[in-house]
């Protein structure tokens, strides 16, 4: 099983360029989230999704769009890259929401330069 | 504001040690706990979870306490080995809500 595919695992970008980073689940999973992870900092949330169609903020959404076609895939666009946007990225999908397992990708190590 | 407060930042334990890994928070709206363990270059997997109703769960050689009067909870890994060396956040959330809030992480380093 694959699981959480996430790509690409690394990009460089310049300041002012965009990007998506693309995220697919194959466990049927209605909910999915974005996070991203910054040395010594944990995770924090950036978007998620309930379903297709439905998406919503999370703790730092600024800067970053998504959208959910489908229930396989929840990409993250980035749309003016600045350099605090620097960060390893990661995807994750979960059955339910709040008090379940969520499964996460291996992440998009993105650096703005 | 890191609604989860996780100690300590590093850790090194000699092999067959038991790594102790604290955390505390302050919303009493939480009601599920894991762990997570991340390996370099991977994604955080979930190690072990538990919810308020229970004091203690073991699962294997990882073993979760939790004191909901003092809102803190904390990981024992019995028997530390090696390939135990890995990052380990602890987290929160409410069933009925959809963010995991994590802690800041624990780099755990088990030595031969």
């Known amino acids: 099983n694959a699981g959480v595919t996430q790509t690409p695992k690394f990009r460089i970008l310049k300041i002012g360029q965009s990007m998506t980073l693309q995220c697919t689940q194959d466990m049927n999973h209605n909910y999915m989230y974005w996070y991203r992870q910054d040395p010594g900092m944990g995770l924090k949330l950036i978007y998620y999704s309930v379903g297709a169609g439905i998406t919503d903020k999370g703790e730092v959404p600024n800067g970053y769009n998504v959208s959910r076609s489908t229930t396989e895939d929840f990409p993250l666009r980035l749309e003016l890259a600045a350099p605090s946007q620097t960060s390893v990225y990661f995807c994750?999908?979960?059955?339910?929401?709040?008090?379940?397992?969520?499964?996460f990708g291996d992440g998009t190590r993105l650096s703005i330069l | 504001q890191q609604q989860v407060k996780q100690s300590p930042q590093s850790l090194i334990v000699q092999k067959g040690g038991i790594p102790i890994i604290n955390c505390a928070y302050e919303?009493?709206?939480?009601?599920?706990f894991p762990w997570y363990q991340q390996f370099p270059g991977k994604g955080p997997a979930l190690l072990i979870a538990?919810?308020?109703?229970?004091s203690e769960k073991k699962e294997g050689r990882f073993t979760i306490s939790f004191n909901k009067s003092a809102k803190q909870f904390s990981l024992h890994i019995m028997d530390s080995q090696p390939g135990d060396s890995a990052t380990y956040f602890c987290a929160a959330s409410r069933n009925s809500g959809y963010a995991l809030n994590f802690g800041k992480g624990t780099s755990l380093l088990v030595t031969p």
């Open positions: 919303n009493t709206a939480f009601d599920y």
């Open positions: 994750a999908s979960s059955y339910g929401q709040g008090g379940q397992p969520q499964h």
């Open positions: 538990i919810r308020p109703d229970v």
